[in-house]
């Protein structure tokens, strides 16, 4: 049997409790132990001079028991003390048995490895992995760096060396097929699969350690690349799957979409009109949509999505609309209604506080097919809510929706044995590499213009030393008639924190500003409070609203033209440029105060200029790629955008163009190796790996 199913229980020692420990790395073949890779490396093929050693690091030592005592402190420690001509090390054992003790006698000789720390009698090593260095087998040091391995209970590091080294022989033997061909791998200068495998398993003492930890190493660049390949072609496969299935046929434009266009009052500007064509050709097609529509805040996404919804209503079917936060599913079931309903078409929000009878009762009236248009959050589709006709399903303001996702909405919201059209929404400009890597199944639209009339936001860096005057400014704006935000700090960490922290702001700034109505929203109030706060904000009632990150995304108020960010430097220049975005959009001028917590480090006062010199959110993001890397932008690998074993966006980002070109050469080339290569990276399971 090939190494590539080959179950690791015919591997020496692999009982079928280990099998199971093993299963939880994602191990069940050979192959797949020989792709758990070390996460990092210690070098015990030196051994360092004890008065070489430096704290902090992980070294090998070898030396003569000079002294060996049993002390007690809280409870019994033996200590022994370690020389080697150079030098004294204190080795520290609180675990330790009889016998233990009888062979680590003064005048034995040790080698022993582990982190040096300084102690109460100078360095030491706490627990040190030991071996007798004068008994027979003992070689007098690793030929190879020692892998670490990423680690799960009940699997110890010996056990995966041990295994690993099994592996690597069978390797030896049976060789895994090589999915790539040499010519794909020649220019970027990457060795073959088998030299990469050995090479990471057991990097010789000679290996550029540094560049093994930073994951830069051409065998480490060689898997990354086959892995960043592997998941372009799935998506690629899948998007050609995608097309052959049975959509809704929509034509567009229809009577409907044109009276909505007659009572916008504003013409569409040209970048709008040319995506409203793209999408519409693609309802047209009679296969299901996948766009992604890529728009500057304010760049009016929402009534390119609207000219769909019209267009698939009047073709009898059903449409949804999914929204990040309750927030802005009320916002957009408040817009779309003004829209719709001279239209005859009334909308129907699926909120948190519709519950019980009611929400079963909307439910059923939806499986029924009464009710074409559909708002809710994301948990509209993890709930069991039935469409009848479901032709579209618009996903707002979520660039981190992964490819996983996609598919189970697609399967979800399959009916009447068609599958609906997506349409996806996003402020965040995602770079074209990094698009087309984790989007390489959807068609990308980009409105790439703003409505006519709208000023720049003004943005200003400050300290928060200068709060009182912020405040002052607050004043100002508000008594002159125009309403502000303040955003409180982000607290990653605790909702309920963050909660707290922004009723103490909105406390505070009441008291300071007696003559102002403050109001407040966070993600911990119930839905009719939240609510209830918008619309006295959007109703002029409340001047000053002080808010969470909840109304990052969406919240359109235009006569607000004043935003305060507390704590700038600590969140993401997309998540600032989001916010900022909640300003400037009425005539008014607008300004947006990021305060910082000083000292500001270096980077973060770069970062925070980006944000004053540019207000295009294509270039924001364009610099902030340039400064910390897509991590931010796309969220990491835990996101769910690409799930990657090996490979690393940012890290690897100087692939990406690479793996494109060689996705064209395998499809072309090489086709028989596709099937093979994303089994490998991505796995039998579901249709995504199935391709
Ligand atoms: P976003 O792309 O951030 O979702 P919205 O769709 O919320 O932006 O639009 C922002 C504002 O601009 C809304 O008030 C909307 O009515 C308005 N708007 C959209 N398109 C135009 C246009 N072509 N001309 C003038 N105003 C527009
Ligand atoms: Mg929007």
Redesign the pocket.
Known sequence: MSLESRPVTTQAGVGRALAARLARLGVETVQDLLFLLPIRYEDRTRIVPIGALVPGARAAVAGTIELAEVVFRRRRVLLLRLADGTGFLTLRFFHFNASQQQQLARGTRLRCFGEIRRGPLGLEIVHPEYRLADLPDAQAVEGALTPVYPATEGVQQGRLRMLTAQALGALANDPLPDWLPPELLREPGLPGLRAALEYLHRPPPDAAIELLQAGRHPAQRRLAFEELLAQQLALRRLREEIRRDPGWPIQVPGALAARLLEQ??????GA?RRVAGEISADLASGHPMLRLVQ???????????ALAAVAAIEAGCQVALMAPTELLAEQHAR?FSRWLRPLGIETLLLSARITGRARQGAREAIAAGSHPFVIGTHALFQERVGFARLALVIV??QHRFGVQQRLALRDKGASGGRYPHQLI?T?TPIPRTLAMTAYADLDVSV?DEL???RTPVRTVVLPDSRRDDVVARIRRACLAGRQAYWVCPLIEESELLEAQAAEDTAAALAAALPELKVGLVHGRMPAAAKEQAMSRFRAGEIGLLVATTVIE??V?V?NASLMVIENAERMGLAQLHQLR?RVG?GAEASSCLLLYRAPLSPLARARLSVLRATSDGFEVARRDLELRGPGELLGTRQTGLLQLKVADLLRDADLLPRVREAADVMLAAHPANIAPLTRRWIGAGGRYGKV
């Open positions: 916008l009052g504003f013409p569409l500007t709008q728009g500057d805040v304010g760049s009016g996404k929402t009534v390119v999505a817009n707002d303001e929404m402020a409105i409505p006519p009339g995304v969406g359109d235009p975005g959009r």
